[in-house]
């Protein structure tokens, strides 16, 4: 099939996409519709954790699709009730909400900050709502997310922007300190920094933004979004610096390609009362019922110990990389890594990638001097190694 004899301009223009149409997906594998294969390194953004098509979520939308699909959120249904009870059992908290997108997630977050700031006044009676939230974070397109994302630019893109999220910066627990007044509530940040370029918050700074959070009855919320879900070797990412939460929230990697996400919080701050949350989707039994499957595996002995194996293999490959073809050097959290390459040859690669033939290669660069890698966290070696091989010839044809 041309690429010409789809109408692609029935959909509505938000992004620049190359003339191709995706038909197929197996494991970390697309086929386009001329049928030419690309090993993929974006995995729908971070989302399929088990690669494109696992056979557990296949067969999950099957059965619970045939059993049920959606009595309302207004019943009980048994996998939201199965996969609330498996996250809570395997974190330190207590409450779940289930959503579909990341933003609504990080809009949920929001409200119960806002809410508990409400019951929990300042000294002088005020209600508590602003959130403390980091440069370069990234939250979400919502008005509220786009607000609390810390993108230049994206505080005036569709303004008036939604108030209260004043910006410090990662890793640096003085300028969190120096935002706090009587109308503070809560921090919330990625534990690793992704769309900003994979940036990882220091574990000794996690540690003593929840020292300063206690010690000034303020929220402290991570946005595991990318992060979370085994992704950086341990099933969240706030686990990395030994710290407790008192909200996370889920998104990409719970669903492995589904729309599916969560906010988790401690007994303590569920102050929800009935009718103030909610979302006709919400919890529904198939996305779930993907969520408990694709949370079955990554709880099987060994998986988080080969994602740490396997981040590892892959940040000694970009290495040698680096020494082979003059680049920075590389960072990350397990197999969410970033390759720095020095100068601003990134969407460079990326093009030239995709077209390498007989096969191309998926990548994304979040910013021009920098490739960011997101493979599916069952990706074998042989692809890891095949993946480098292509990156090679691609810089060796760029040159120094
Ligand atoms: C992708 C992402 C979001 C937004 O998720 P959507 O599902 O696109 O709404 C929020 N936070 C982080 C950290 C993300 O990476």
């Known amino acids: 099939m041309e690429f010409s004899q789809y109408d692609v301009n029935a959909l509505l223009q938000i992004t620049n996409r190359p003339n191709l149409v995706f038909t197929e997906g197996r494991g970390m594998w697309l086929t386009d519709h001329n049928g030419k294969r690309y090993l993929d390194y974006l995995q729908g953004w971070a989302v399929n954790c088990l690669g494109h098509s696992p056979q557990c979520i296949v067969d999950a939308l099957a059965s619970q699709g045939a059993k049920l699909i959606n009595p309302s959120p207004a019943f009980y249904n048994e996998p939201s009730i199965r996969l609330a009870s498996m996250l809570t059992a395997n974190s330190c908290f207590d409450r779940v909400f289930f959503a579909n997108s990341g933003a609504e997630a990080n809009e949920g977050a929001i409200k119960l900050a806002r809410k508990w700031g409400k019951l929990n006044k300042s000294a002088a009676g005020e209600n508590r709502y602003e959130i403390i939230t980091f440069n370069h974070g990234f939250h979400g397109r919502t008005l509220a997310t786009m607000s609390a994302s810390g993108k230049s630019g994206w505080d005036t893109m ?137 949370l079955d595996e990554l709880l099987k002995p060994g998986f988080l110990q080969s994602v740490k194996d396997t981040g590892a293999y892959l940040r000694a490959e970009l290495l040698k990389l680096c020494d082979r073809h003059g680049l920075e050097g590389e960072r990350g959290e397990g197999l969410l890594r970033a390759l720095k390459l020095g100068r601003d040859i990134g969407p460079q690669i990326v093009e030239q990638a995709r077209n390498l033939e007989p096969v191309g290669l998926l990548l994304n660069s979040p910013r021009p001097d920098l490739l960011r890698f997101m493979p599916a966290l069952n990706v074998s070696r042989d692809e890891i190694d095949q993946m480098i091989a292509m990156l090679s010839a691609v810089l060796d044809k760029i040159g120094r």
């Open 158 to 294: 569709f303004a008036p922007q939604v108030p209260g999220f004043p910006k410090a910066e990662l890793n640096d627990i003085a300028s969190v300190e120096a935002l706090i007044t009587d109308r503070t509530v809560a921090v919330m940040l990625e534990p690793v920094q992704g769309e900003s370029g994979v940036i990882p918050a220091q574990p000794e700074f996690m540690q003593a933004l929840r020292a300063l959070t206690k010690q000034r009855n303020l929220l402290l919320i991570v946005d595991e979004v990318q992060a979370g879900m085994g992704r950086t070797g341990e099933l969240f990412a706030y686990q990395l610096s030994g710290i407790e939460p008192d909200i996370m929230t889920l998104g990409k990697g719970i669903g492995g390609g589904v729309p599916l996400s969560a906010m988790l919080c401690r007994e303590e701050i569920a102050v929800f009362e009935a009718g103030e949350q909610g979302g006709t989707y919400n919890g529904n039994p198939v996305m779930t019922a993907v969520g408990a499957a694709v």
